[in-house]
């Protein structure tokens, strides 16, 4: 069996090559690569916060006289088909993409990833974008990656790598072995349970979720986005109410919103993240302007991809509420900590028309949290069930 490629190396294959700036939304299957940009040359990575808008980022850079490099899951080429077809495309500008392969046929992997997993590579020669699979040895990629420059300067056509699962090993930072900080590791102390936070300290995100659950009710309907969020609600306040919409990040508020304005006399909450919220940040647009009385939006801030590797969101210098009130949001309010929280929550939940809580958590999570048990169409169809019951 073929041992990993060593992130290091894969990063300087590609620097020796010239290509450069790297930017887009972090996978696991990439996530060492991403730590060793970030580490050892971080003015070379730049955040996206969709693959679409990491896509057009790159598509500046290759005008700038770069050469750029697209780093996404494969399960955001959704997101990416628009700038891929009706901009690199048709002004023959030739980014070169690192595409993960999640759902690969013949692989275990989670249900979203399933159709994607099993069109990905016919999906992008669709797009007439040359692909094949990552080499596994670096010389190998270094020679492949002559021959993407190669056919990229002929066509004017993007060309991808695709990564399978495995295909890149983990990172070790040369200071100090490994990627976690000092820091980073304080944040990640404890199980991540919904035990009570220390004195002084942010609440976890699951002590956040129980105290946002006792606080609504058990008749509130609750939107819980992809990722952990979803994964600790359902292995703490499991109930036919929620629903964990598992994939499609970022739509969890837009689908929290539909249901608010088709049942009115419900209340609706939504559990979102700081990632998630950037990635379709329009949804906060349209939410203000239809302004549903019944939906409150609560946004857990732990200005990390958590999923993926805790790589940053770029959340830190953002106001969300200030966003949330310029797009007609009627009160949007920050917290910190659970008497914060308690006291926003109630004051929200008084609020007749749409309300945000963005509430500042640690990155952190049990190391043992599963993947929902309940399978995604049952979940549907107990929430739609619950919705008109």
């Not at 939107?223 to 739509?251: F, H, I």
């Amino acid at each position: 069996m073929t041992s990993p490629l060593d992130p290091g190396k894969v990063v300087g294959v590609f620097e020796e090559a010239g290509f450069g700036p790297f930017t887009g939304v972090p996978c696991s299957f990439l996530g060492p690569v991403i730590s060793c940009l970030q580490n050892e040359i971080p003015d070379r990575y730049l955040i996206s916060a969709n693959e679409g808008e990491a896509v057009a980022v790159a598509a500046g850079a290759w005008l700038a006289g770069r050469r750029p490099v697209v780093i996404l899951q494969n399960s955001g080429l959704g997101n990416a088909v628009n700038p891929l077809t009706s901009l690199c495309h048709t002004l023959r500008i030739p980014v070169l993409l690192l595409v993960t392969w999640r759902g690969e046929p013949g692989t275990f992997d989670e249900p979203q990833h399933q159709l994607m997993g099993s069109i990905t590579r016919e999906l992008l020669t669709s797009m007439e974008i040359r692909n094949e699979l990552l080499p596994d040895r670096a010389e190998d990629l270094a020679e492949r990656l002559r021959a993407a420059d190669e056919h990229m300067r002929e066509t004017g056509l993007p060309f991808a790598f695709v990564v399978p699962k495995g295909a890149i090993g983990p990172y070790e930072e040369k200071n100090s072995g490994t990627h976690e900080s000092a820091g980073a590791a304080e944040a990640l102390g404890g199980d991540g349970g919904p035990g009570p936070s220390t004195a002084g300290r942010l609440m976890s995100r699951a002590e956040a979720i129980g105290h946002v659950m006792r606080e609504v009710g058990e008749h509130a309907l609750v939107v819980a986005t992809t990722g952990k969020t979803a994964r600790e609600l359902e292995r703490y306040w499991d109930r036919p109410q929620n629903l964990y919409v598992v994939g499609s990040m970022g739509c969890a508020s837009s689908v929290a919103l539909g249901v608010a304005l088709h049942a009115p006399s419900r209340q609706l909450v939504v559990l979102d993240g700081d990632g998630a919220a950037l990635m379709r940040l329009e949804a906060m647009a349209t939410i203000g302007r239809l302004a549903p009385p019944n939906l409150l939006h609560v946004l857990f801030d732990n200005e990390a991809y958590e999923s993926t590797g805790g790589q940053p969101t770029g959340s830190g210098g953002i106001d969300f509420t200030e966003i949330a009130a310029a797009c007609g949001y009627c009160s949007a309010t920050e917290v910190t900590g659970e008497q914060g929280l308690m006291a926003a929550l109630a004051a929200q939940l008084s609020h007749v028309g749409p309300s945000l809580i963005r509430v500042r958590v640690r990155a952190c999570s049990d190391p043992r949290l599963g993947r929902p048990t309940l399978p995604p169409p049952a979940s549907a169809a107990r929430f739609g069930a619950a919705v008109t019951a």
